[in-house]
């Protein structure tokens, strides 16, 4: 089994346990690291492909939105008095 199956064998109850227990910057790391490969990529999935040569204003917003949702789901779990201000 290559090392990117078994990563996503792990990686699914983790969430799953993550989600159960509220903790959902486990989510926000996730988000955070779609972005690393979608850029080096150039190849992002919203409902569809998007390709950063064919259509770079969108490809570069749903990076940019997944990198936000990642960085403030982390932040709400780090900071959760001020989570209110990041809804």
């Given at each position: 089994m290559s090392y990117?199956?078994?990563?996503?064998?792990?990686?699914?109850?983790?969430?799953?346990?993550?989600?159960?227990?509220?903790?959902?910057?486990v989510w926000g790391v996730l988000?955070?690291?779609?972005?690393?490969?979608t850029i080096l990529n150039g190849q992002a999935f919203l409902v569809f492909e998007i390709n950063r040569t064919e259509d770079p204003v969108l490809f570069w917003a749903v990076v940019t939105l997944w990198a936000m949702l990642g960085l403030m789901m982390i932040?709400?779990?780090?900071?959760?008095q001020y989570a209110h201000l990041l809804a």
């Open positions: 990117a199956r078994t990563a996503n064998y792990i990686a699914l109850p983790i969430l799953l346990a993550a989600t159960a227990l509220g903790l959902y910057w988000f955070v690291w779609w972005v690393v490969p932040a709400a779990s780090l900071f959760p």
